[in-house]
């Protein structure tokens, strides 16, 4: 199964050196192990488009819809074999990039 683990910041490009080593040691080792899908970083929320095209016609926005203090600053996606599995890993990408995640399955 795979789990969407968003990383959850208040503030862009905040990473530290050593943050970012432990990070890509992190993305290594989950590698080798098979979990790994994809990741990646986000750039800041002002940067962002919303589109919204329920309508006759597409809508284009810029920037975030919803102000919030915290928002998606990354995420992985990886396969577990069930949700334990996906939170251990999920709790050490948090130790890793020292920011709070978010699991949540795929359909």
Request: charged share 25%.
């Amino acid at each position: 199964m795979q789990y969407l683990v968003s990383v959850i910041d208040d503030k862009t490009n905040s990473a530290t050196p050593d943050e970012m080593a432990a990070i890509k040691a992190f993305n290594r080792r989950i590698q080798a192990e098979g979990h790994w899908v994809f990741a990646g970083g986000l750039n800041a929320p002002s940067t962002a488009t919303v589109i919204d095209n329920r309508g006759g016609e597409a809508l284009f926005t810029d920037g975030p819809f919803v102000e919030t203090k915290e928002y998606l600053a990354g995420f992985w996606v990886f396969e577990a074999p069930d949700l334990d599995v996906a939170l251990k890993i999920a709790a050490e990408g948090s130790k890793a990039c020292n920011r709070k995640v978010e699991v949540r399955p795929f359909l």
